[in-house]
């Protein structure tokens, strides 16, 4: 394999520069996950889906991989427009919407959204990163991260927390140019907290007694802030300097500046050496919302019919660094060409053509692999990467018959374009065809499970509706709704 330099845009430095790690050919990457307290929407994966790429193409490289990415489960306000957030918890907000009168706690809703995110997350063939952790796993790192920036004059307790200073990072802003002078005339006038210094600081730790979820603290009764939480599980398993750093482009303010502030103040070491950034993704020209119709989750679309591999080929089909507009007839689109690499895979599983020279082949297959991973290499130049590996199943889909050595040479070419692109994943049987016989799954024909299913929605027992998906799917079977009603299908790869 030929030298080649990994590059991507570094938005602290505003340029296009090699990705370099402290330890050579290892990287520690940390990713912003979600907050869950709902089903996450192809916008979080439009954001989750490029790191998922970098690891790929950094593995590509030969590279090794730590790669962490979060959840948060607790300290995410409803108002995070500003360093210091105002308004309530997401997670205790969604509580008490009527989706969560399903859950008898707080903490049954935030493992019942994790898990559906983790089954999105499966569905769209994305890398498992090294670990998963939880904000309301590591408290304790938080609360001793907190304490060290009390005692070095970093931050200060009020009656009602614990806040950072602002002023005394002289670097403050530097990542998003929100800096000090900007806030102070930018900053909400509404007055959050009469005790505390000036506005721009925010808070490390919330005093509240009573917060559905509260830990106990030197400061008393209360829960963490947002952004203390990454700065904490990125150092406990990363260490003090991170490779790299990503995120959708609404983390870069006020999240991703505020954990700088705090972890370099901690530590006296740079947080990350390179920021990344995804731009916002609309859907069909308009900004993603629940009263414009246009709000899709992963499950939505699989449930509308649609291969999950198609929704991821659709998200990355454009450079994350540029604005990204999900529609429809891309998706369907991007079926026909998913459904390309599942021909090439039945083709390859099935030679039946004469033996004849393979070296054109072999070369032509070899190039195209070469130049993705090139385009990959360019700051993840997803549209031209995906352009040669489509070029490549038209390639193999062109010969009238594989032979057993242009099979091995195309099933190569097939395994490292899923290796690099997550598109085409050989599938795990032959049978790719939907069964005659209906199953019959913990005792009950799958019909019965539909009609449970449906009776299920009717009620707006979505919890229900779900766990009744989720079992047909483990059983290894796909339900799909259409206006006409619900099929069910036998999984493919």
């Known amino acids: 394999m030929p030298d080649r330099v990994f590059k991507l845009y570094d938005t602290m430095s505003r340029q296009v520069k090699e990705l370099r790690t402290v330890e050579p050919g290892h990287l520690k990457f940390y990713t912003c996950g979600p907050t869950v307290y709902s089903y996450a929407h192809i916008g979080n994966f439009r954001s989750f889906l490029p790191a998922d790429l970098v690891v790929r193409t950094a593995k590509a490289l030969g590279w090794r991989v730590t790669w962490v990415t979060n959840i948060t489960d607790v300290g995410h306000l409803t108002e995070d427009d500003v360093a210091d957030a105002g308004g309530e918890d997401r997670m205790e907000k969604a509580l008490r919407s009527k989706e969560g009168e399903h859950f008898s706690n707080i903490w049954d809703l935030a493992e019942y959204y994790t898990n559906a995110y983790l089954k999105d997350w499966s569905d769209l063939n994305m890398t498992e990163p090294h670990v998963r952790p939880r904000a309301t796993q590591h408290v304790r790192e938080q609360i001793t991260m907190t304490e060290a920036l009390i005692d070095k004059g970093n931050a200060y307790e009020t ?163 540029k604005p990204f507009n999900f529609t429809l007839q891309g998706l369907k689109d991007a079926q026909g060409n998913v459904e390309r690499f599942r021909e090439c895979w039945r083709r390859v599983e099935d030679p039946t053509g004469a033996s004849g020279d393979s070296s054109a082949f072999k070369r032509d297959l070899e190039r195209l692999y070469s130049e993705s991973l090139d385009a990959m290499c360019e700051d993840l130049n997803t549209s031209v990467a995906i352009a040669k590996a489509l070029e490549g199943a038209k390639t193999i889909l062109r010969e009238q018959g594989l032979d057993s050595a242009r099979a091995s040479i195309a099933r190569e070419f097939l395994t490292k374009v899923d290796g690099l692109l997550g598109i085409s994943p050989q599938p795990r049987s032959k049978d790719t065809g939907e069964p005659t016989a209906s199953p019959v799954i913990d005792g009950k024909p799958i019909e019965v499970w539909i009609e449970e299913r449906a009776s299920a929605k009717r009620a707006k027992d979505f919890a229900q509706s779900d766990a009744i998906r989720d079992k047909v799917s483990e059983a290894g079977y796909e339900l799909r709704d259409s206006p006409e009603g619900t099929t069910w299908t036998k999984k493919l790869g």
């Open 159 to 321: 009656p009602t927390g614990v806040y950072f200073d602002v002023n005394s990072d002289n670097e403050y802003g530097k990542l998003s140019g929100n800096t000090r002078d900007k806030l102070k005339e930018a900053v909400r006038e509404v007055v959050l907290d009469d005790n505390k210094r000036q506005q721009a600081d925010f808070a490390l730790w919330k005093k509240d007694d009573k917060h559905l979820m509260q830990w106990f603290s030197p400061w008393g009764w209360g829960f963490p802030g947002w952004h203390i939480e990454c700065s904490a599980m990125a150092r406990a398993y990363l260490g003090d300097t991170i490779d790299l750093h990503s995120g959708g482009e609404d983390n870069m303010f006020p999240h991703h500046e505020c954990e700088i502030a705090q972890s370099e103040t901690f530590t006296g070491k740079p947080f990350s050496n390179h920021w990344m950034h995804v731009r916002f993704l609309q859907v069909e020209g308009e900004k993603m919302a629940k009263r414009t119709g246009n709000f899709y989750t992963v499950r939505d679309l699989i449930e509308q019919g649609y291969d999950p591999l198609a929704v991821r080929y659709a998200l990355i089909s454009v450079p994350y660094g």
